[in-house]
C-alpha cells in the first residue's frame, strides 16, 4: 500500500524551462509535505515543504503546490538550471506517527 | 563536517552472513531513523529512534536488529544475510517532527549487496 506516488519515473527538461514534478497520496493524515532532491551516491537532502493548511509555498526558483481535494502536490522549478538534475523524493509527514513516508522519486535530468 | 555519517558506504558479503551497519549523527536530534530503498527505488522507513527508544518498527524481519547506544548513534545489525536484503540502506535523524515542519537529514547511504 503506497501512501505516496510519483508516477513519472522520470522526466526531461531543457535548461531555463519550467520543471513539474507530480505526486499524489492517498493518506489523510498527513501534516506536511516535503520534497527531497537526491544526486547519485548521497543521501536525499530537504528542498522544501508544505503544510497541509496552505496551498502554495515558494522558495526562490522552487515552488510547492498542493490541492488537498485532489490529493495531489507539484513541485516546480523555473527557471531549470542542469544543477536540478537529480531524483526528487516527494514525502508525507504523519506528525502523530512520527513516519515520513516517501514516493518512489522521479529523475530529472535538464538539458542544456 | 558531516551531519549523518554511516558506515561502510559499501557492503558486499554472502548469504548467511551476519553484518552491521554505523550510523552517527553530530546535529544534537533526538530521533534517528534506518529506511530502506528497495529495487523499485522506494524509500521505506524501518525503525525510527527517539531518546534511544524505539519508536517506530514497521514490519521487519527480525534478522533487523537496529541498537542505539545513545542519542547519537544508530547501528543496524542484520543476521543471517538473505539476497532480498540487497538494497540501500539511508540513516536519517530530526528533530521529533512538532509544529514546525522539521525535515529529516539523511547520511550518504550504504549499498548492501549480498551474493
Known amino acids: 500500500d503506497q501512501q505516496v506516488k510519483q508516477n513519472s519515473p522520470s522526466l526531461s527538461v531543457q535548461e531555463g524551462r519550467i520543471s513539474i514534478l507530480n505526486c499524489d497520496y492517498t493518506?489523510?493524515?498527513?501534516?506536511?509535505f516535503l520534497w527531497y532532491k537526491k544526486y547519485p551516491a548521497e543521501g536525499p537532502t530537504f528542498l522544501i515543504s508544505?503544510?497541509?493548511?496552505?496551498d502554495k509555498n515558494e522558495d526562490g526558483r522552487f515552488t510547492v503546490f498542493l490541492n488537498k481535494s485532489a490529493k495531489h502536490l507539484s513541485l516546480h522549478i523555473v527557471p531549470s538550471q542542469p544543477g536540478d538534475s537529480a531524483v526528487y523524493f516527494c514525502?508525507?509527514?504523519?506528525?502523530?506517527?512520527?513516519?515520513?513516508?516517501f514516493g518512489q522519486g522521479t529523475r530529472l535530468t535538464i538539458n542544456p | 563536517d558531516t551531519a549523518v555519517s554511516q558506515t561502510p558506504k559499501y557492503l558486499v558479503t554472502q548469504m548467511g552472513n551476519d553484518k552491521s551497519i554505523k550510523c552517527e549523527q553530530n546535529?544534537?536530534?533526538?530521533?534517528m531513523y534506518w529506511y530502506k530503498q528497495d529495487s523499485k527505488k522506494f524509500l521505506k522507513i524501518m525503525f525510527s529512534?527517539?531518546?534511544?527508544?524505539?519508536?517506530i518498527n514497521e514490519t521487519v524481519p527480525n534478522r533487523f536488529s537496529p541498537k542505539s547506544p545513545d542519542k547519537a548513534h544508530l547501528n543496524l545489525h542484520i543476521n543471517s544475510l538473505e539476497l532480498g536484503d540487497s538494497a540501500v540502506y539511508f540513516c536519517?535523524?530530526?528533530?521529533?517532527?512538532?509544529?514546525?515542519?522539521?525535515?529529516?537529514?539523511f547520511g550518504q547511504g550504504t549499498r548492501l549487496t549480498v551474493v
Open positions: 546535529l544534537g536530534h533526538d530521533t
Open positions: 493518506n489523510s493524515m498527513f501534516d506536511y
Open positions: 508544505i503544510s497541509s493548511i496552505k
Open positions: 514525502a508525507g509527514l504523519n506528525q502523530g506517527a512520527q513516519k515520513l513516508v
Open positions: 529512534y527517539n531518546n534511544k527508544e524505539l519508536i
Open positions: 536519517a535523524s530530526s528533530q521529533i517532527f512538532g509544529d514546525m515542519n522539521t525535515e529529516a537529514f
